[in-house]
């Protein structure tokens, strides 16, 4: 019985190579960690965190005043829930982020229609919108109180100007990105300003439009936890400047976990809006095999 040596490669000075050369992994073994869904990998991280910091806080023995444990935040989410305030306060805060991101929507979609289809417009508005974008709005917040109380007006008010930009900006660039060869070609077919309108220059701006309600949507929790802390009767944020004056640490990152929760469900609410109204766009589909 002969014994089959291993093939041996020669190289340039005639030398046997007598290395081993491995094969290349097969499909299973390439599979890598970032192969995994984007749910899973941000929900194990999010769960990682909190049992390190759990351990963290109850090894080093740190005051619930400076820094509260994972469960004591749960337990005072239960309790808000089930016997305090926490329901009250956090359905005034999601009727003041509705209602102000639905203005800012309407107001940025209307605008933007209205900039994109006259020059005149465009010259007039868009100079004034972007002064008014340059004042702080929480400088605004205040004057605001003034003028409509401390009732859920100023705070609306507040969330829409601040959510307002962003959808203005996007709708604007994506109305603007219909060619004009298209408009032509509509136009020389018969169709009205408004059937070019709806039938081409919307569905276009629609991927646009999308990108600036998903940033608006975070801005209006932003804008109305803002508005709560410059005067308010009621809501989270109100809630948190109670907690702040009576050190109970506690409740204020609890308040802090209810915002989280609306505002990441509210921002993939617009994501799956997105998905329905632009299934076509390539920035989509991407994000959605990402998750």
């Known amino acids: ?3 089959q040596l291993p093939r041996t490669a020669v190289d340039d000075h005639g030398q046997h190579d007598l290395s081993v050369r491995r094969q290349p992994p097969s499909g299973a073994e390439r599979k890598r960690l970032s192969d995994l869904p984007g749910w899973l990998l941000s929900s194990t991280t999010v769960l990682l965190l909190v049992i390190g910091w759990e351990i963290a806080v109850r090894t080093a023995d740190v005051s619930a005043i400076l820094f509260p444990a994972p469960s004591g935040v749960i337990e005072a989410l239960v309790t808000g829930f089930t016997d305090g305030p926490f329901v009250r306060h956090t359905l005034v805060t999601l009727q003041e982020i509705v209602y102000g991101f639905a203005f800012a929507v309407v107001a940025g979609l209307l605008t933007a229609v209205w900039v994109t289809s006259s020059r005149l417009a465009e010259k007039i508005v868009l100079p004034i919108v972007v002064v008014l974008q340059t004042v702080p709005k929480v400088a605004l917040a205040p004057l605001f109180l003034v003028w409509f109380g401390f009732g859920m007006e100023s705070k609306i008010l507040t969330t829409a100007l601040i959510a307002f ?3 203005l900006i996007n709708a604007t660039l994506g109305f603007n990105s219909t060619s004009s060869e298209q408009v032509n070609m509509m136009r020389s077919f018969g169709a009205t300003r408004l059937q070019v309108l709806t039938r081409l220059r919307l569905p276009t701006a629609v991927p646009s439009i999308i990108a600036g309600l998903d ?8 804008g109305a936890i803002v508005a709560e802390f410059v005067g308010s009767q009621a809501g989270l944020g109100y809630l948190i400047i109670a907690s702040n004056t009576s050190l109970d640490t ?8 209810v915002l989280s929760v609306i505002g990441l469900t509210l921002h993939y609410i617009v994501v799956l809006a997105g998905r329905r109204l632009a299934f076509w766009s390539e920035e989509n589909r991407s994000r959605h095999a990402g998750l």
Request: hydrophobic residues 75%; aromatic residues 10%.
């Open 1 to 3: 019985m002969t014994t």
């Open 250 to 257: 506690t409740t204020m990152f609890a308040a802090l976990v």
């Open 215 to 222: 940033v608006a949507v975070v801005l209006s929790v932003i």
């Open 165 to 167: 930009f962003p959808v």
